[in-house]
């Protein structure tokens, strides 16, 4: 998974365990896509403190994964979804009414 992605996906699936400190930095950093100095600036800490930070806040995040294995669980049932979707519109092309079984997958989809 590429770092970005990765980090992204396990803010969002384990950011609500950290603290209010820590999704500051981390959202400055994942989803503001700021340097580590604008945030430094903005907090008066040093870019190294942040810096030091984002890595410990990447160590909790993996952690969690590690233990927990939500991201890989969201990740397999996404491209179980894909593929689902992906056979819906062959059968569909093939004259199949799947708007139902569409209307569930989607719903499903949504809910991951």
């Known amino acids: 998974m590429e770092k970005i992605v990765e980090r992204s996906l396990l803010f969002d699936i384990y950011g609500p365990l950290l603290t209010d400190h820590q999704k500051s930095i981390y959202s400055d950093v994942v989803d503001n896509d700021y340097s580590l100095s604008e945030i430094g600036e903005e907090l008066g800490i040093s870019r190294q403190g942040v810096h030091d930070a984002v890595k410990r806040i990447d160590k909790i995040l993996t952690d969690?994964?590690?233990?927990?294995?939500f991201a890989d669980s969201y990740e397999k049932n996404q491209k179980i979804i894909d593929d689902i979707k992906a056979e819906l519109k062959r059968l569909s092309a093939d004259g199949v009414d799947c708007s139902k079984i569409s209307s569930l997958v989607d719903k499903l989809s949504e809910d991951l």
């Open 64 to 69: 969690y994964e590690d233990k927990l294995h």
